[in-house]
């Protein structure tokens, strides 16, 4: 929603803050219930399986602020044509960046040739952003060389967000605890309720 933000997409919230606070809202809401999950008793898989979520929510919360701050600063600034190219270009890396974090729905996306797909690094962008002279005047320069920080900030957080996800095996601790729950012995042959003395 950011990038369509920033790229000034019909179908886009105006207001790249207003978004921002209901995302915040959300990430506190998702903090409050992964912490209310931490019980003492549970198996340490699961007690790692929780800190992971609430790490991956904290490395979450963070892309957002970099998320929103490439927003607000492309949403700013009038660029030149030449600066508007480098700037739909970071836009395009960010987007390509953050696919590997965005869940798929099943579908693939098509294989492209090799050297078809050049995504260029930050220091690239960089490079041509200083080589725009007169091309562009020094606030657009400055907001451009800003949007390049703060997407390299989100690619690494993109990275972080990743890995945590693979650092525990989500789908075997979920099977683990699901035999678990099936192997406890229900009371009174129905399954999940227990007796409650008579008052």
Not at 179 to 191: F, Y
Request: net charge negative.
């Amino acid at each position: 929603m950011f990038l369509d933000i920033a790229r000034s997409s019909k179908k886009a919230p105006s207001d790249p803050g207003e978004h921002y606070l209901a995302t915040d809202i959300l990430s506190r809401d998702i903090r409050a219930y992964t912490a209310e999950l931490m019980k003492e008793d549970l198996p340490y898989d699961q007690l790692d399986l929780i800190a992971s979520l609430i790490e991956e929510a904290d490395f979450t919360a963070a892309l957002t602020e970099s998320m929103h701050q490439v927003a607000r600063r492309v949403r700013r600034e009038k660029f030149s044509s030449p600066a508007q190219a480098i700037v739909d270009v970071a836009l395009s890396k960010l987007d390509a960046s953050l696919r590997q974090i965005l869940p798929t729905y099943g579908i693939s996306d098509p294989k492209v040739p090799a050297g078809h797909a050049n995504v260029p690094e930050v220091e690239e962008l960089r490079a041509r952003t200083l080589a725009l002279g007169p091309n562009a005047g020094a606030a657009e320069r400055g907001t451009i060389l800003a949007l390049l920080g703060s997407i390299e900030r989100a690619e690494i957080l993109i990275q972080r967000i990743d890995a945590e996800r693979k650092s525990v095996n989500r789908q075997s601790v979920l099977a683990r605890a699901s035999a678990r729950k099936e192997s406890r012995p229900h009371a009174l042959g129905d399954p999940g309720l227990s007796p409650v003395p008579a008052e």
